[in-house]
């Protein structure tokens, strides 16, 4: 149902308190386009207290905390976050636009389970001793010791905007880091409500900072000369200026961007699974993940049932309010994003695309014709090569290519500068252990999407990302190791 909107203020951060500039810009409602907050913009003077609030917290109670003693606070993070899961779930809906039934079972509980997941597996990793034999029959031990980085400087992408910003806050917390939050502009609220938690349980000042902004903020961040390393999610064109503006302070920088993920439909698949998955990888999100499926390669011979399936399932999506427990589509992000979606559905017809479902916006003839609508799209008869089966779109759009074999599916699936994620459907448990191996991605799918298990890799090669975060492996980024040689 229509909601009625309250507008929030959203300042900084900093320090364990709220700070105003009273610079603010506007943050909107996608369902209506109306103002839903005021956040306000943090200038160099906003992002140097940060910075130095995070400094100074390495080296007060928070630094003298002994590893247990950070993990169960941590723990106490993600019980805060459940305890205000309300909260968190409306902060979220007024930024996204996204469906609470979405954002309720992406979103949300992840934001408590980045937290408490991290926390566990980085207090049980070992680290490593090795026993030496020296020259002169003496000996020697060599053992690793693990310390945190330092000041990390976080910067998060507005399509899961609790859930994105945690899995970095949650590691780099856990292993006694502290943190610099810059939230994408058009998302800030969840990561400003949970400076109140860090106060309510009890996280020392400084610990925990948010500072609002453009991408002009985030360039404070990663130029700062007190930040020791940069976590970035986002395009993987900013990506490459945030490596430009680290680079004069060498900053170990771990990098999230973009993709063009390829699904592909083996002639073997179960169909039912591929159908119900393929929806989710196409249209979850309003197709805002980055793990999303664009381009679908289908074998030929189900090709026909496939394209006729998907389309039955995409005109099912329910567009709606976010409280309408039948909503399971929602908007994209702004009118911003809207406007770059359409201008690749107009691009797919002038490609020779054939629109099989979509292809527009809905009109509603109410007040979501005042938010940022797109249709769920689905072409057929676009070449591999062109722009819009090459290109990330980030919308709820899906370009469906037949093929004939295998050699050359794989091919075609590996044909882009990315390399974020694949997902693939085989009955045929040879083809998926000869298959998934050669597929030149950081995540592989198959007869699935989007299941997350926190202790595994994540994160892409070539274009798609610089590094792993999730379970042990964000333990290379969020600390930094000394390796001590001792002679007996
Ligand atoms: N690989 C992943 O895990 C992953 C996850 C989610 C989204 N993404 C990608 O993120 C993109 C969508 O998110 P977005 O539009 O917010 O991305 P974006 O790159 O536009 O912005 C991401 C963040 O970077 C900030 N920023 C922009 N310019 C900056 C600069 N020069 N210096 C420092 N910070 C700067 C923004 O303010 C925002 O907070 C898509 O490309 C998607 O593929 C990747
Ligand atoms: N990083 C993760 C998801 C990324 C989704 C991209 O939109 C995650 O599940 O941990």
Redesign the pocket.
Known sequence: MRKEITVRDLPNFINGQYVETGNTFDVLYPITGEVTAKAHTAGQAEVDAAVAAARAALSGPWGQLTTNARVEMVKDIAAAIRRRFDDFLEAEVLDTGKPYSVASHVDIPRGGANFESFAESLREHATEMFQFDTPDGRGAHNMMIRRPRGVIGV??????PLL?MTFKVGPALACGNTVVV?????TPSTATLLGEVMNEVGVPEGVYNVVHG??DT??M??SHPDVDGIT?????V?GS??LE?VAPTLKASSM????KNPGIVFEDADLDLAIKELTRSCFLNTGQV?LGTERVYVHESVFDEVRDRLKEAAENLHYGFPDDEATNFGPVVSDEHRDKVLSYYKLAEEEGATVVTGGGAPKFDDERDGGSWVQPTIWTGLSHDSRTARE?I?GPCVALIPFTDEDEVIKLANDTKYG?AATFFSQDVSRVHRVAPQLEAGIIWVNSWFLRDLRTAFG?MKQ??IGREGGVHGLEFYTETSNICIKY
């Open positions: 910067i998060s992408p507005w399509n899961l994105l810059k939230p994408s502009e058009v453009y991408g985030g360039a961040i990663t970035f999610t986002g395009e993987t900013t200026k945030i503006a999230e961007m973009g993709g980055c990330e980030f974020l892409g798609s990302g």
